[in-house]
Nanobody, 116 residues
Framework: QLQLVESGGGLVQTGGSLRLSCAAS????????MGWVRQAPGKEREFVAS????????SYADSVKGRFTISRDNTKNTVYLQMNSLKPEDTAVYYC?????????WGQGTQVTVSS
């Protein structure tokens, strides 16, 4: 089992920044593809960003490209999501995801609210 705990969410004004963290424990973190997804009220979960096990490859949803940056520190078993130029439409619960082949692990989520 891999346990994931997100932190760093909160309330921010439009144009502001937040950095989310996801700390992993329980298994070898470095072997997992890590990602962030979000779910806004009344909407389905949507992909935000992902990063390869070695941090070399990243992928972003079009809606966050150029504003969000995903990174990881395998020595700290932590993945980050730096969110800049936040918009009200970024308001959602953000979930950390770890994937190893067909197995997914999820954190409990952290709320991000962007006020206009």
């Amino acid at each position: 089992q891999l346990q994931l705990v997100e932190s760093g969410g909160g309330l921010v004004q439009t144009g502001g920044s937040l950095r989310l963290s996801c700390a992993a424990s329980g298994r070898a973190f470095s072997g997992y593809i890590m990602g962030w997804v979000r779910q806004a009220p009344g909407k389905e979960r949507e992909f935000v960003a992902s990063i390869s096990w070695d941090g070399v490859s990243t992928s972003y949803a079009d809606s966050v490209k150029g504003r969000f940056t995903i990174s990881r520190d395998n020595t700290k078993n932590t993945v980050y999501l730096q969110m800049n130029s936040l918009k009200p439409e970024d308001t959602a619960v953000y979930y950390c995801n770890a994937r190893f082949f067909a197995t997914d692990y999820w954190g409990q989520g952290t709320q991000v609210t962007v006020s206009s």
